[in-house]
Structures are given as structure tokens and as C-alpha cells.
């Protein structure tokens, strides 16, 4: 009994770091754990392999030596980035994969700033905690995933089944239909009980059913609300002359850029654009973007007086509108993930709690022994008469 208990114990830890990692694909952030696709960082975390990831927002300023997970804009074209800190500048954090000859800066990327930095690998020796082939594991999973959207979307016509949105939309029809599907068999399988007195215990129970569907669409939320968001970067130039390029400005002056707030789904969303640089100002409030619209925040970015290349970040934090406004502000003032959690724990409790409203209080187990018992007291009275 033990042994399975710690056999149980291990398959759940298995599966929850796969679908820890295959999240953090879907959202574009780690989520507790990460993976390197290239051999940069060899040999402290080998291709393929994961590691534990620590959240930017828990951790404090990362120092040289640390290894970090940050949003590159020239690596590999951009995208997330796991590389060593080997020095700390005025400009930002220069960075290095340790297989690498070079500096990513002698390569060509701006030193990394603050906004660019999502989480840090964890080092409680200081030795990088890793784990052997996870990141092999959802690649595969991925590309299986993403060669089955396209598929569907060719034979049917759907483009918006496509890319990171299209895998929720999927996940949750998919859930919706199994749930459908299970719900009316499990119904007509009771219904034929209390017909015939049988009982095949093949049910699956109501409760994993509603929590996999509360699951999904806690997942769904969270994408919603973490793709599209997160720090974009402006390359700044301050230059001795004006110019019709929008991020050329003449020195020691100031320029209005819109920021778009485009929302391509049908619930509304409030939207924070922070800066994350001391030469721009935002002036409004948070934006409220109805479904399929857009919204534009206008950026006031200052040009230094010294001329050059001045790399400019802001960070959107998006959230669902399903709470009202003075409690998003309310919450977004106690931490920016404060309003995720409560959103998606609100949504997946309330899929949760109607899903268990449909199916009834009890399992199917429950609702069977009840109708044993029912049957068993008509009997004894039909006796007695």
C-alpha cells in the first residue's frame, strides 16, 4: 500500500511538471519550472533539460553569477532567453550562455534591464537545480500539438484554432464535449440501473470531470490575460536634429507614441501600462478594451541630452473584465498578479461549482447506493403488505 502511495505520489509529481512546463510554452513565461532548446548553457543545464524557476517578482535584483530567464530582443530573433549574469552596468545586466565565447552584448543585444527579466534559475548550492529531459518531453508534446492545429484548421477553415489562443480553444471544446459526452452516459447508465439492478462501475466520477474542465478554463483565463501582455521594448535615439521616424527625437525633447491595446477576444479587458524607464511617462489610467476593439495609451518618451541609443521598456499587465473596476485597482495596488489569481481562481470555482450543480451533490457510486436503497425499501414494504 505504501508502495503505491509513493508510486502515485511520483507519477503526480511527473505530470505536473510536464504540464507546469507545457503552460509556461502556452503563456510565454515559466511557470515553476523551465527548459533550454540550445546548448548555450552547457554544461550546467544540458539541451533539452529543465530547471526550477523562480518568478522575477519573489526574487530580488539579480547579481553576476546568477542565471536568468529574460526576454531577448536580438538572440535567436527574440523570444526568452536563459543566460549567466557576468556583470552589472549603468546601462543594464550584461549576460552570457555559458558555452558561449562571447558576451550577448559583444553579440549584439542591449544590456538586459529589470522589465526584460521573468524569472531566475534556482541555485540553493549554487549549482542550477535541474531535471533530465522535461523540456525534451513537452517540445514533443508541442510540436504534436502544433501539427495537429494545423491539420484541423486546414480541414476545416479555422484559422483562429492556430497558435498559443487556438490550443485553449481547443482544450476547452475538446473538455466540453468529453464532459457532454460522459455526463449523458453516466446518466443512462443510472437510468438502466434502476431499471435492471445492475451496476458496472465504469462511471467516471463527476468530480475529475468538473475539475479538468474548471482546470482548462483557469488555464484559458490566464492566457488571456499573461500572451498578450508582459514588457515590450522602443529603441530610442536622441539625436542633434528632429526627425519623422517616431523614435528619432531630438535631443533633451519629448515625443508622444501610442501604445495599441488590441483585444482580440469577446470578453473586455483592463489593461496597466507601466513604465520600466526613467525617460517615459505615462500619463492615463488603466484602459478598458471591449471585445474585438482596440485602445491606444499615448507614451510621453524624453530623449536624453547626451545623443545615442537609449533602449526604452513598458510592461502591459492585462486582466479580464470580469471583476469591477475599484477592485481590479484595489487589487493591481497589492501586487500586479494579484488580480490573475483572484480572476482565475473566481472563474475555475464557479466552472467547478455549476459543472457540480448539473451533475448532482453526489458521485455516481453515491446515487447508485441510493437507488439500492430505494429499491430495497419498496421491496420491504411491498413484503409487509
Given at each position: ?5 509513493v ?6 509529481l ?24 540550445t546548448?548555450?548553457?552547457e ?56 558555452a558561449?565565447p ?16 521573468v ?6 548550492t ?14 514533443t ?26 490550443i ?30 445492475g ?15 474548471a ?18 521594448s ?49 500619463d ?14 499615448p ?66 457510486r ?20
Open positions: 500500500m505504501i508502495h503505491r502511495g508510486t502515485r505520489v511520483f507519477q503526480g511527473v505530470l505536473a511538471s510536464i504540464l507546469a512546463l507545457f503552460a509556461g510554452q502556452i503563456l510565454g513565461q515559466p511557470i515553476l519550472l523551465g527548459f533550454v532548446e546548448g548555450s548553457m554544461p550546467t543545464i544540458e539541451t533539452g533539460h529543465g530547471f526550477v524557476a523562480v518568478p522575477d517578482v519573489v526574487t530580488d535584483d539579480p547579481e553576476p553569477g546568477d542565471v536568468i530567464v529574460f526576454e531577448a530582443e536580438e538572440i535567436d530573433g527574440g523570444g526568452l532567453t536563459t543566460h549567466r549574469v557576468v556583470e552589472e552596468t549603468e546601462r543594464g545586466y550584461v549576460t552570457k550562455g555559458d558561449n562571447v558576451t550577448d552584448q559583444d553579440s549584439g543585444e542591449p544590456p538586459v534591464q529589470d522589465g526584460q527579466i524569472a531566475s534559475a534556482w541555485r540553493p549554487g549549482e542550477v537545480v535541474t531535471v533530465p529531459h522535461l523540456g525534451t518531453a513537452v517540445m508534446v508541442g510540436d504534436a500539438v502544433e501539427s495537429a492545429q494545423s491539420r484541423l484548421a486546414v480541414a476545416f477553415g479555422l484559422g483562429s484554432i492556430r497558435g498559443t489562443s487556438g485553449a480553444y481547443l482544450g476547452i471544446g475538446l473538455s466540453g464535449a468529453l464532459y457532454t459526452i460522459e455526463t449523458v452516459r453516466e446518466r443512462r447508465s443510472v437510468s438502466n440501473e434502476s431499471r435492471l439492478g451496476d458496472d462501475g465504469t462511471a467516471l466520477d463527476p468530480r475529475l470531470l468538473c475539475g479538468a474542465f482546470l482548462l478554463v483557469i488555464v484559458a483565463a490566464a492566457g488571456a490575460m499573461l500572451v498578450p501582455a508582459g514588457t515590450q522602443y529603441g530610442v535615439v536622441s539625436a542633434e536634429f528632429d526627425s519623422e521616424q517616431a523614435l528619432v527625437i531630438e535631443r533633451g525633447t519629448t515625443e508622444t507614441v501610442p501604445y495599441v491595446v488590441a483585444n482580440d477576444g469577446i470578453v473586455p479587458v483592463v489593461s496597466y501600462v507601466e513604465t520600466e524607464s526613467d525617460h517615459v511617462a505615462i492615463e489610467g488603466p484602459a478598458t478594451v471591449g471585445p474585438r476593439d482596440d485602445a491606444e495609451v507614451l510621453s518618451i524624453s530623449a536624453p541630452a547626451e545623443t545615442g541609443h537609449y533602449p526604452a521598456y513598458v510592461t502591459e499587465y492585462r486582466y479580464l473584465h470580469v471583476l469591477p473596476l475599484p477592485v481590479i485597482d484595489a487589487l493591481h495596488d497589492v501586487h500586479p498578479w494579484s488580480p490573475v489569481v483572484v480572476i482565475v481562481s473566481l472563474l475555475g470555482g464557479l466552472t467547478y461549482g455549476v459543472g457540480r450543480w448539473l451533475c448532482g451533490p453526489r458521485d455516481p453515491s446515487r447508485r447506493d441510493a437507488a439500492r436503497d430505494r429499491r430495497t425499501k419498496t421491496r420491504s414494504l411491498i413484503r409487509r403488505r
